[in-house]
Nanobody, 124 residues
Framework: VQLQASGGGTVQDGGSLRLSCAASGGTFANFRVGWFRQAPGKEREFVAAITWGGGSTRYADSVKGRFTISKDTALNTVYLQMNTLKPDDTAVYYC??????????????????WGQGTQVTVSS
């Protein structure tokens, strides 16, 4: 399966964006799909993840209550709705797939495929 991330852009502090991660050449079936982000000079960090089959979700503490991860089974697409964006959310956002256990979803080393990344810039 190949992943295509899109939806990034530049917004003002407090704004919203919706990122998409579309699968091609396969489906997300039997995978968990995660969003990570990487700011300049920092390591790639976990943002959110969803189990394709059951729809269970998990979030980093820094985005709880502001970001929502969801899926559209018919479109083979995972979304990340980002509200109340802050300058600290500025980063390149990546989606990836994994078959790891729930407790390891935050660890990027368990993700086997990644999309190309989409830039999110939040201006103050």
């Amino acid at each position: 399966v190949q992943l295509q991330a899109s939806g990034g852009g530049t917004v003002q502090d407090g704004g919203s964006l919706r990122l998409s991660c579309a699968a091609s050449g396969g489906t997300f079936a039997n995978f968990r799909v995660g969003w990570f982000r990487q700011a300049p000079g920092k390591e790639r960090e976990f943002v959110a993840a969803i189990t394709w089959g059951g729809g269970s979700t998990r979030y980093a503490d820094s985005v709880k209550g502001r970001f929502t991860i969801s899926k559209d089974t018919a479109l083979n697409t995972v979304y990340l709705q980002m509200n109340t964006l802050k300058p600290d959310d500025t980063a390149v956002y990546y989606c990836g797939v994994t078959q790891t256990i729930w407790s390891a979803l935050h660890d990027r080393q368990h993700y086997t495929r990644w999309g190309q990344g989409t830039q999110v810039t939040v201006s103050s």
